[in-house]
């Protein structure tokens, strides 16, 4: 039974699709206005979707059965953070109420996603959107970076200059969500292929050709994230890149050496050849030096900063230790951790730096089980798809999924994108996608 796409309907799509995209504008949405509008927005859209669904005598949306364990993980962190605020088991009740309300919205942003973006065109329309906001970051970052304005949104940068940031504060940050938009992008590209023979002329009509835009945007995103000199963001990137395309090579020995030549050419012409004019022999300087990068103050060394931040790691533990079932409560890690390093930390750390790690410290490992479970699940949603032989769209969407997924993940181990409420709900997306990567329903040319 065909279904049409009504008004309300239309409405909450493109209000979706904007808060996607404003998300990252306010530096990354890390303020307190910008996290209380993401919140105020998820869940009225939310709300409205769950209204327009109880007015269906059915529904048509295959995927959100898939989904609801998911959700429940995600609802049930909630519930969580809500009893550490509640029975004042948090270090820092104002910041763990604030992390509540980020951690539903977060919540309801994925089930809306599932809940609007169920068929293949909706689905395209969301990572291409997802792909313009990620160019527009990129080519942004760059422009400002080569043109010396270094401005973001609505004021000069005052950190990181020299380097793209986009709008985010921190150039780590903005690679962290390049490295998501671009693993969309890759696996948007694989998802459209055809199955003509392979010949030469196909691969330059790949590279010149209809997909041409899709390339375009693709080159533009490596070349803002080699300006960002961020190192992990770096090598995450390209370790998900090998490991999810060594795995779909494998999977498609039909079409293995056309799919190889896909994948080699992202690297050949993007990295080689095109980022070697955009300071790719800085990044690669940066990457050797990692063990001597110094922090300076007054025109002095006052520590050795990738020295520090394993102290802080170390200093991160031992707080983790004193409660490791519940906790020190959800967003107080800068309010509680002070107490723990010892005179050789002189820097002020707000966040751990590691994803996992902070995490830990903060829901204790009774709400860290939980997210990693949903991580976990959404993973395993991405390469089911990826697994899907008798698809190329959805091997290709499982494919854009568990690639963003699987960077993300590497690049949190050293850094703290996931604390950033933009790159937490474009996560939070990228997990509904992998879900609807092999759940959706092929769209028709009279439904939507």
């Known amino acids: 039974m065909n279904q049409v796409r009504s008004p309300l309907e239309s409405t909450l799509i493109f209000f979706t699709l904007v808060l996607l995209v404003w998300v990252p504008l306010p530096s990354g949405s890390n303020s307190d206005w910008a996290k209380a509008l993401f919140c105020i927005v998820a869940t009225l859209l939310t709300g409205c979707w769950a209204a327009m669904q109880l007015n269906k005598a059915t529904t048509h949306n295959r995927a959100l059965k898939p989904a609801l364990p998911l959700f429940m993980l995600l609802l049930a962190t909630q519930v969580w953070v809500a009893l550490q605020w509640a029975l004042g088991i948090t270090a820092d009740s104002g910041s763990t109420l604030q992390n509540l309300m980020l951690g539903l919205g977060y919540s309801f942003l994925f089930i809306l996603i599932v809940g609007l973006f169920h068929t293949r065109k909706r689905l395209t329309l969301l990572i291409s959107v997802l792909l313009v906001s990620g160019t527009l970051q990129a080519f942004y970052g760059t422009l400002m970076t080569l043109s010396g304005l270094e401005w973001l949104l609505f004021k000069p940068k ?31 590209l694989m998802a459209l292929r055809d199955g003509a023979p392979l010949h030469w002329r196909n691969v330059l009509e790949m590279l010149m050709g209809p997909k041409a835009r899709l390339r375009l945007a693709l080159v533009i995103m490596v070349i803002a994230l080699v300006m960002t000199r961020s190192r992990m963001g770096n090598t995450a990137f390209f ?25 080699a050419s992202l690297i050949l012409i993007d990295v080689l050849v095109i980022s070697q004019f955009f300071g790719l022999d800085r990044l690669k300087d940066r990457l050797i030096n990692t063990r001597v990068e110094n922090v300076v103050e007054n025109g002095e060394v006052v520590a ?5 931040r394993l102290d802080v790691f170390e200093y991160g533990w031992e707080q983790f230790i004193e409660k490791p079932i519940t906790g020190f409560g ?11 390093p010892g005179p050789e930390i002189q820097l002020h750390f707000d966040h751990a730096h590691n994803d996992y790690l902070q995490f830990a410290i903060e829901y204790g490992m ?44 590497i690049h949190s181990a050293t ?33 939507t």
């Not at 050795?304 to 520090?308: A, D, Q």
């Not at 479970?373 to 568990?402: C, T």
């Not at 994108?417 to 040319?445: C, D, E, M, Y």
Request: net charge positive; glycine share 12%.
């Open 304 to 308: 050795r900063k990738n020295e520090v």
């Open 330 to 340: 959800a967003g107080s890690f800068e309010s509680s951790f002070q107490t723990y």
């Open 415 to 447: 850094d703290f994108n996931l604390q950033i409420p933009a790159n937490a709900a474009t996560f939070v997306t990228v997990a509904a996608i992998a879900v609807l990567a092999g759940n959706h329903r092929k769209s028709r040319s009279h439904t």
């Open 239 to 263: 370790a998900s890149l090998l490991v999810i395309g060594g795995i779909f090579v494998l999977l498609n020995k039909e079409h293995r050496v056309r799919n190889s030549l896909i994948l």
């Open 366 to 409: 009774i709400g860290w089980l939980m997210l990693g479970l949903f991580v976990i699940g959404a993973l395993r949603h991405a390469l089911k798809a990826l697994w899907h032989r008798e698809s190329w769209y959805r091997s290709g969407i499982g494919f854009g999924a568990s690639m963003a997924m699987l960077g993300i993940l």
């Open 158 to 188: 005052e950190y990181y200059l020299g380097v793209a940031t986009g709008t985010y504060v921190n150039r780590n940050h903005l690679a962290g969500y390049l490295v998501m938009t671009l693993g969309l992008g890759i696996g948007l």
